[in-house]
């Protein structure tokens, strides 16, 4: 995806970051936690692939519209991860205030690889406690992430999140979650095991 991004046109670069932001939000919000848990890679880069040809077709991301099809077909040729691919073009540049569900995508990219988990969107009554048993879980709680954002991409509605792991694991997340400039937290619940925390704006 670098490739691709180093060689369109600067003003376009927000364009293919925001295509890039909206793919992985199609993904998250249309697929539920556990359909996503059971998607092999190359089926979560069929859903991507999909979204991206046909957004791609529209007049909106036309300047690099071949671009963007090369690339799908290279990823899927060369099965890449590409979520991963999308992920790395939320990394804004020093300086750059980015729209609130930007951020907040960008929050979960680092915390995924910060903690080396996959995030989960999840109804709060749905959550299956037991996922990555041998690993940490982290959920955001919510039946559509879409509604805790305006049409200008604002957060209007605080959003819960649930982890669970080890006490280091715990450290490093409420560690990255400190370190927003653009969100503040509040603590729960919290025991020897689980924590809960509500994300609003500072």
Not at 40 to 63: E, G, H, M, T
Request: glycine content about 2%; charged content about 25%.
């Amino acid at each position: 995806m670098r490739s691709i991004h180093t060689k369109i046109k600067p003003e376009f670069e927000p364009l293919l970051a925001e295509l890039a932001l909206h793919a992985l939000l199609h993904l998250r919000t249309n697929h539920t936690a556990n359909a996503l848990h059971q998607k092999s890679r190359s089926q979560i880069n069929d859903v991507l692939s999909a979204w991206l040809n046909k957004a791609a077709s529209s007049k909106k991301y036309k300047p690099f519209k071949k671009k963007v099809k090369a690339l799908v077909s290279h990823a899927r040729a060369q099965r890449l991860d590409m979520e991963s691919m999308l992920g790395n073009l939320l990394t804004p540049v020093a300086g750059d205030e980015l729209p609130h569900l930007d951020s907040f995508l960008l929050l979960v990219n680092t915390l995924e690889k910060e903690l080396n988990t996959t995030v989960l969107v999840s109804r709060p009554e749905s959550v299956d406690l037991q996922h990555n048993s041998k690993g940490c879980l982290l959920c955001v709680l919510s039946p559509d992430l879409n509604a805790h954002f305006n049409n200008r991409n604002r957060l209007v509605a605080n959003i819960s999140m649930l982890f669970r792991g080890t006490h280091g694991e715990k450290h490093t997340f409420l560690r990255t979650i400190y370190s927003s400039s653009l969100f503040d937290h509040s603590i729960e619940f919290e025991d020897g095991e689980f924590v809960r925390i509500t994300l609003s704006l500072r």
